[in-house]
Nanobody, 120 residues
Framework: QVQLVESGGGLVQAGGSLRLSCQAS????????MGWYRQAPGKQRELVAT???????NYADSVKGRFTISRDNAKNTVYLQMNSLKPEDTAVYYC??????????????WGQGTQVTVSS
């Protein structure tokens, strides 16, 4: 079993910053890509940013220049630094990891989500 636990969400005013963290634990042999997705009310879940095990990153156009994704492989943790937040960034943010388990199985795992609310 693999578990992803997110933290760092909350309420912030427009223009403010938040830092999300997500730590993976359990039967992990290695983690390939880790990422953040978000889902606003009435909308589909969308990609925010991803980072590979070699630190190659990818961002949604809507967050480029404002958000930064990073990871600490020793801690199986991925971070999302969010600056210059806008009301349209309000959503539940989900952590994702593509994991190779100690049973030699691969799969996508998701966190439970953390709420980010940006007030205008």
């Amino acid at each position: 079993q693999v578990q992803l636990v997110e933290s760092g969400g909350g309420l912030v005013q427009a223009g403010g910053s938040l830092r999300l963290s997500c730590q993976a634990s359990g039967s992990i042999f290695s983690i390939n890509t880790m990422g953040w997705y978000r889902q606003a009310p009435g909308k589909q879940r969308e990609l925010v940013a991803t980072i590979t095990s070699r630190d190659s990153t990818n961002y949604a156009d809507s967050v480029k220049g404002r958000f930064t994704i990073s990871r600490d492989n020793a801690k199986n943790t991925v971070y999302l630094q969010m600056n210059s937040l806008k009301p349209e960034d309000t959503a539940v943010y989900y952590c994702n990891a593509y994991v190779l388990t100690t049973s030699w199985r691969t799969g996508d795992y998701w966190g439970q989500g953390t709420q980010v609310t940006v007030s205008s």
